[in-house]
């Protein structure tokens, strides 16, 4: 592991049209980290994602990777980039038209070299690592949710991904395969070296997995702290984090 | 002092009735009583609301709820106005004789207050929309022509072998709209040629003319019907699904996935679709010429009392090779424009359900209306041109 921060970003401004969602951001995320985006619903969490991994393009300020940057690089090392990421969306999004096996074969068979058998192996491969061996010629639709989920994390970590981004990975799973899920989120992080960036608000994967994180503020429309989110549980002396972090029960007392 | 009684009609237990009481000079009492719920009938709050507007004097207002049997929204819908009509009035409202139930929702209401900005309520003038309108359309064309620019760039990028498309979308999409389109277009294209035969045929008779049908049908149909026709049933049939396959994706994030992997929608999605498209058209069209030739041989050779080789050599003398290339040169330009309205109404289709349906109609739209368009101003360059 390197010392250098592996994602920096720098007083980055989020807005749809005129419409701010968050303003003055500035963290960084450690080589290996499981880093957590954080805070209540409509905070724009999601959105801060869209623009790490350069859905959105932000209205001021930058995103660096291993110190290149992101937004003001041109558009091949962009792509280059983009190479190095894995994003499971907060449904799966996997492509409707294609099966399992098809969706995690595409992108091998559009930036690799590998014969057609070899791909074959490797989509079996990955698909056993996410549970989900034997499901290779089902489409999207005839699977569940939770199924879907994994099989997006499969096709994520097709390309060998050094940087892993989950959308609200536990959104919609009982607590079970929440669990589940956050115990292969460890266990491939310590096995591929990856760093995670996660967006959640389930305090329990929080805690469990997190060792750093960024809280925003819907009220304040920018981040309110930066660091473990266990530390800021214990220490931290802004209300509205406390209030997060401990459902409620410690901070202000307004609810 | 005075008191009325609005008592509605209903004679079943646990009628609801409201007694407006004053029993002190600064003071109104709303005395409500029986079962406040959904389905019966109640006092309206424009009585209260008038007696707190019209009663001189009155500084306070209370609640007398004791007769009250049963509550249930309609009654904290009728307790939040007269509180919000009293409240307006600068009046000290005494909440205490109201059930705790209905004190707590009510506060729970009030909790957070409505959103000022949401801009709902005054709308913009109607100068200001047709402003606003003519904006909007500008923006629309802008773009269009942005997308059929990225599009070009991509064609470009295709022809120098940078691009990626899937051979298996591109053979899918040609059997789509190639082979799957047949049907329809025999069906329509037949039936054109049947009513321009017939539109004719009343007219030439009068002149013993009728042969010259076959020159009508023959040049109407390669010229302009047989690609206008299949143009207008691709649109409604191709340029749709393209639209609600796209808006579908970006519902899904199955764009955004396609993006983060480096893999561009425009390459990817529009690319494939694009070309089948352009390439499908003018065979169709070819093949609604045919048909539609045979619909007027049909009325010819049944109604007219034609002969068939007669009609055939007649036909063959009319139509030379300039309209049949005039009509698939248009079958190919809108072919591009149907293509390129289905796609960009689906790529630029928002986050919902309503917003896919929204998305396959302004496809059809603005496919018909840019194959009108393009029609009448290649007419017009054709003519020019003497083509």
Not at chain 1, 196 to 223: P, R, Y
Not at chain 2, 96 to 116: E, K, N, Y
Not at chain 2, 343 to 362: F, K, W, Y
Request: proline share 4%; glycine share 10%.
């Amino acid at each position: 592991m390197t010392d250098g921060p592996c994602i920096a970003v720098q007083d980055l401004d989020m807005a749809y049209g005129d419409r701010v969602i968050q303003r003055n951001l500035t963290f960084t995320v450690n080589r290996g980290d499981i880093f957590i985006i954080m805070g209540g619903s409509g905070c724009g969490k999601s959105t801060l994602l869209r623009s790490m991994v350069g859905l959105l393009p932000p209205a001021r300020g930058d995103v660096a990777y291993s110190g290149q940057s992101f937004w003001r690089a041109d558009p091949a090392v962009r792509e280059r980039l983009l190479r190095r990421f894995g994003i499971l969306y907060q449904a799966g999004a996997l492509w409707s038209s294609m099966t399992l096996a098809e969706n995690v074969a595409l992108p091998l068979g559009e930036f690799t070299t590998l014969r057609p058998d070899e791909i074959r192996e490797l989509v079996s491969l990955k698909l056993a690592l996410v549970g989900l061996a034997g499901y290779e010629d089902f489409y999207p639709s005839e699977i569940s949710g939770g199924m879907r989920k994994r099989a997006g994390l499969a096709r994520a970590l097709a390309l060998d991904p050094d940087i892993l981004f989950f959308d609200e990975p536990s959104a919609g799973l009982d607590p079970i395969s929440s669990r589940r899920l956050d115990d292969l989120i460890l266990e491939l992080r310590d096995s591929l070296g990856a760093t995670v960036v996660i967006v959640t608000h389930e305090l329990a994967s929080i805690f469990a997995i997190g060792n750093n994180a960024v809280f925003l503020d819907a009220a304040t429309k920018t981040m309110l702290a930066t660091g473990d989110p266990k530390v800021l549980r214990a220490e931290s002396t802004i209300p509205t984090v406390r209030q997060f972090l401990t459902r409620g029960e410690e901070g202000d007392g307004h609810a | 002092m005075s008191a009325h009684t609005v008592v509605p009609e209903q004679s079943v237990q646990d009628t609801c009735a409201m007694v407006i009481d004053h029993p002190a000079e600064d003071l109104l009492v709303l005395r409500l009583s029986g079962a406040w719920r959904i389905g019966k009938a109640l006092p309206s709050p424009d009585v209260a609301r008038q007696a707190i507007n019209q009663t001189p004097g009155v500084r306070r207002l209370a609640f007398d709820t004791q007769g009250v049997t049963a509550w249930d929204s309609r009654f904290l819908a009728f307790a939040g106005q007269v509180i919000t009509e009293g409240t307006a009035r600068q009046l000290t409202v005494d909440r205490s004789g109201l059930p705790a139930g209905v004190r707590q929702l009510l506060d729970l209401a009030a909790a957070v207050p409505a959103r000022q900005d949401t801009g709902a309520g005054v709308g913009p003038s109607w100068l200001a929309r047709f402003g606003l309108g003519g904006i909007a359309f500008a923006q629309n064309a802008i773009a269009m022509l942005a997308f059929l620019g990225e599009a070009a760039l991509s064609v470009l990028m295709l022809l120098r072998g940078k691009a990626r498309v899937r051979r298996i979308d591109f053979l899918q999409f040609l059997q789509d709209c190639g082979a799957q389109a047949l049907p329809i277009v025999t069906l329509i294209s037949f039936l054109v040629g049947v009513i321009l035969a017939y539109v004719g045929a009343i007219q030439l008779r009068q002149f013993g003319a009728q042969i010259y049908v076959a020159d009508l049908v023959g040049i109407a149909m390669t010229r302009e019907m047989g690609a206008m026709m299949t143009a207008i049933i691709m649109a409604g049939r191709t340029g749709a699904a393209f639209a609600a396959q796209l808006g579908t994706m970006q519902v899904n994030e199955e764009i955004d996935a396609l993006t983060t992997f480096g893999m561009p929608p425009m390459q990817f999605l529009v690319l494939p679709r694009l070309l089948a498209l352009a390439l499908m058209m003018p065979l169709l069209t070819l093949y609604a010429d045919l048909l539609g030739i045979l619909g007027g041989a049909t009325v010819g050779l049944g109604l007219l009392q034609l002969g068939g080789v007669q009609y055939y050599l007649r036909t063959a003398a009319a139509v030379d090779l300039h309209d049949l290339s005039a009509g698939l040169i248009k079958s190919i330009v809108f072919g591009i424009l149907v293509a390129i309205a289905g796609c960009l109404r689906g790529m630029e289709c928002g986050r919902s359900s309503a917003a896919v349906g929204r998305a396959a109609t302004a496809a059809v739209v603005t496919g018909i209306v840019s194959i009108i368009v393009s029609d009448a101003l290649l007419t017009v360059v054709f003519d020019l041109l003497g083509f």
